[in-house]
């Protein structure tokens, strides 16, 4: 049976190995003895578009697409009429007879955007449209659905239809065994019906399924979570890479419903390079509008030089990215959040930042472990009244880093009056080996604070075991209350930033926080891209 490498990229291993270099040299260089543990990579594999060279079916507008669903054999292309409609639901088969995959393609496929490049609705015009009437799926599989690549395809409800999922990889499998696997979204247009509410883009439930340079919008629905993405029933891998994801729930979400096995944990994820957004004119609306990225029930997870813009407070408390453990109905004790990598990545006007659990405060789930988050920039404006916290940990958890990261907050507006650098709040439970290094912030009302217990050295005396809080830049906090060996700049000008006002937030040469860092390199986020965006300021109004 063809299918695709099961592989760990060399540039993925090499990236690992250096996050883990990076990290132990930094708790290396505090003399102390105490470091945490760092995720585990996932498991990837490699989605790169290879043009088909096998037998061309035709089929028109109107034409019988899942007659060429089922005769199609590994290694043709089914070509759809750009401009022509195929009303679903349409059955992905199991596969055995040739070698290769199954590619279905627009007729204008040379007049889409190239491999690697992502498409928008502009493009719509160049492409097939299949469609799902209201309460169906416009795609759907069966037991081990297999090897089936969409490029250039636009996926929606029928006009005016109030949808569940547009396209629904999986079926309630109770085993591995089973599930639908290489599948691929390659280039793909999918979005909900502007006029209604549409609960859902594409349930990821399968082996191998991947979304690459697409464009996932508009779905919103008031009373109810909704996604651009989500899985929560598969071992993996999965691939999100290069996309733009709208949803007014969750963008992209891992749980919410629990696994029906504990071989069937999300897991092996890779979400790179996408962005991920929210109008604002949600805001005020009776939609219910939550987060960016939420992680309920996954582990091995990568999430690496993404933008996250416009997260405010409305149904929930305004976090952008949640690492929750939720078994949502007790029968999945199993359910954990571990071995979590977030880096690189830039998040932009949100009302507050990253919201950690230990473990489920609810039902029973296994316990938070091996969280990294570092190397980006975090810029909290409080947006719709959020109370504007960079980071909150509560009820535990083991093995956090959070290191090397810019935090530009400034939700100072009367709406937000209690910004804090970091909440915690783990009673009774505490979180283990805690690892705070190397960032760098701009004030707030309260600084690094326990619920209980205040702020500074008490709070991580209160609140956490086993820590390790060292070369930190905490703009306008009172040095007297925190451990030595961190800094306190009395302003922004006082760090020398490279242009605060125009957005490039590494230090300048010159500053005092250059190669100050436990590892020899700058305070506070080091991205490679020259200048980021001004998260206060310039954001998108769509």
């Excluded at 783990?426 to 912030?441: E, I, Q, W």
Aim: charged share 15%; hydrophobic share 40%; glycine share 10%.
């Amino acid at each position: 049976m063809p299918s695709l490498a099961s592989t760990t990229p060399s540039s993925i291993s090499r990236f690992f190995a250096t996050q883990l270099l990076a990290v132990a040299t930094a708790c290396f260089a505090c003399g102390l003895c105490v470091a945490a543990a760092l995720p585990r990579p996932p498991q990837t594999f490699d989605a790169t578009y290879v043009a088909p060279t096998g037998p061309m079916l035709n089929v028109p507008a109107g034409g019988n697409f899942q007659a060429a669903l089922n005769n199609a054999r590994f290694g043709d292309t089914i070509v759809l009429q750009a401009g022509g409609t195929y009303t679903g639901p349409f059955t992905l088969p199991k596969k055995t007879a040739g070698t290769g995959w199954i590619y279905v393609i627009s007729s204008n496929y040379a007049s889409l955007p190239g491999p690697g490049q992502r498409v928008g609705p502009s493009d719509a015009m160049h492409m097939p449209k299949i469609v799902a009437p209201a309460k169906i799926n416009a795609i759907v599989t069966v037991a081990n659905s297999n090897h089936f690549r969409f490029v250039g395809i636009e996926f929606a409800p029928v006009a005016g239809a109030y949808v569940y999922e547009v396209i629904a990889i999986g079926n309630q499998d109770t085993s591995p065994a089973t599930l639908p696997s290489n599948i691929v979204f390659d280039r793909c247009y999918v979005h909900g019906d502007p006029t209604v509410e549409d609960r859902r883009g594409i349930e990821m439930d399968g082996t191998y399924v991947a979304v690459v340079d697409s464009y996932i919008s508009d779905f919103k629905q008031a009373g109810q979570d909704t996604q651009g993405l989500w899985a929560y029933n598969t071992r993996g891998p999965l691939k999100i890479v290069d996309n733009y994801i709208e949803a007014a729930g969750e963008n992209v979400m891992f749980g919410g419903e629990q696994s029906l096995a504990a071989s069937l944990v999300p897991a092996d994820i890779e979400i790179r390079n996408n962005s991920f957004f929210k109008p604002l004119k949600w805001i005020g609306t009776s939609l219910d509008v939550k987060n960016l990225l939420e992680f309920k029930d996954a582990q091995r997870v990568l999430v690496s030089g993404n933008t996250f813009q416009n997260n405010p407070l409305q149904n929930q408390n305004g976090f952008a990215l949640l690492v929750t453990p939720r078994d949502d109905d007790g029968t999945a004790p199993w359910t954990i959040t571990s071995d979590i990598t977030v880096i690189d990545n830039t998040f932009m006007n949100v009302g507050s930042g990253f919201n950690i659990l230990g473990t489920d405060d609810v039902h029973s789930s296994q316990e938070t472990a091996r969280l990294l988050i570092r190397n980006n920039v975090v810029g909290v404006t409080g947006l719709n009244g959020s109370p504007g916290r960079a980071f909150q940990i509560t009820g535990g958890g083991t093995d956090i880093t959070i290191d090397h990261n810019t935090i530009i907050n400034t939700a100072t507006a009367p709406g937000s009056p209690n910004s804090t650098l970091m909440v915690a709040d783990n009673a009774p439970l505490k979180t283990n080996n805690f690892v705070f290094t190397n960032n760098l912030s701009t004030q707030t009302a309260y600084g690094f604070l326990g619920s209980v217990f205040g702020e500074g050295t008490r709070a991580l005396n209160g609140e956490f075991t086993n820590w390790i809080f060292a070369k930190n830049a905490i703009i306008g906090a009172n040095a007297a209350i925190y451990p030595t060996g961190n800094f306190f700049p009395v302003t922004i000008a006082a760090v020398q930033f490279t242009n605060y006002s125009g957005g490039n937030y590494s230090v300048a040469q010159g500053s005092p926080y250059k190669h100050a860092g436990t590892d020899g390199l700058d305070i506070g986020a080091n991205l490679t891209q020259a200048v980021t965006p001004n998260p206060s300021t310039k954001v998108i109004v769509q």
